[in-house]
T-cell receptor, first 109, second 115 residues
Framework: TQLLEQSPQFLSIQEGENLTVYCNSS?????LQWYRQEPGEGPVLLVT?????EVKKLKRLTFQFGDARKDSSLHITAAQPGDTGLYLC?????????FGQGTRLTINP | ETGVTQTPRHLVMGMTNKKSLKCEQH?????MYWYKQSAKKPLELMFV???????ENNSVPSRFSPECPNSSHLFLHLHTLQPEDSALYLC??????????????FGPGTRLTVT
């Protein structure tokens, strides 16, 4: 069974700080996606990474796929209250997406 | 309407009731999914439909019955549910299973409470 572990599960920081959240597995995934989910809404796709070592940037968010395609990280620079939400990683396994349990991020003004 | 819509957004039902959740996607996709999201647990895939055919049922109890009349609509019929079925039920769509694009687009979910 393919599993994705996200860490930390909860993170609360002040506006302007930097942070990194992690998504790890012992399994190889052909691609990995990051979603953000705000309260009362469904997850929204942020990015898909496909190649080992790939780095993608989305404004202040930087996503990296591990060289072995078993892990990924999301780094946020100068966090803002609008970044608050549940961040989910999802790996493309055999015939379906495997989701991590999420990192709940709170940015305090 | 754009994207993926779900109705109702909130539902409270007793254990003996019968209700249905509705999902509609306006993205021209051919694959649709039902997920269950409970507190502190990863998203659980329940059912997958590809071109209206059910391709996956992840050991979901028979008290949950999906229906996909066409590629744009997906229903989840509920009957004799248990309190532990209370959760956020999310619908999603993607281009199709064969294209290899597993990028999924989610609806806002239905918050279900079983009393």
């Amino acid at each position: 069974t393919q599993l994705l572990e996200q860490s930390p599960q909860f993170l609360s920081i002040q506006e302007g700080e930097n942070l990194t959240v992690y998504c790890n597995s012992s399994s190889v995934f052909s691609s990995l996606q990051w979603y953000r989910q705000e309260p009362g809404e469904g997850p929204v796709l942020l990015v898909t990474v496909v190649t080992g070592g790939e780095v993608k940037k989305l404004k202040r968010l930087t996503f990296q796929f591990g060289d072995a395609r078993k892990d990924s990280s999301l780094h946020i620079t100068a966090a803002q209250p609008g970044d608050t939400g549940l961040y989910l990683c999802a790996g493309r396994g055999a015939q379906k997406l495997v989701f991590g349990q999420g990192t709940r991020l709170t940015i305090n003004p | 309407e754009t994207g993926v819509t779900q109705t109702p957004r909130h539902l409270v039902m007793g254990m003996t009731n019968k209700k249905s959740l509705k999902c509609e996607q306006h993205l021209g996709h051919n694959a649709m999914y039902w997920y269950k999201q409970s507190a502190k647990k990863p998203l659980e895939l329940m059912f997958v439909y590809n071109f209206k055919e059910q391709t996956e049922n992840n050991s979901v109890p028979s008290r949950f019955s999906p229906e996909c009349p066409n590629s744009s609509h997906l229903f989840l019929h509920l009957h004799t549910l248990q309190p532990e079925d209370s959760a956020l039920y999310l619908c999603a769509s993607s281009q199709d299973r064969a294209s290899g694009s597993y990028e999924q687009y989610f609806g806002p979910g239905t918050r279900l409470t079983v009393t």
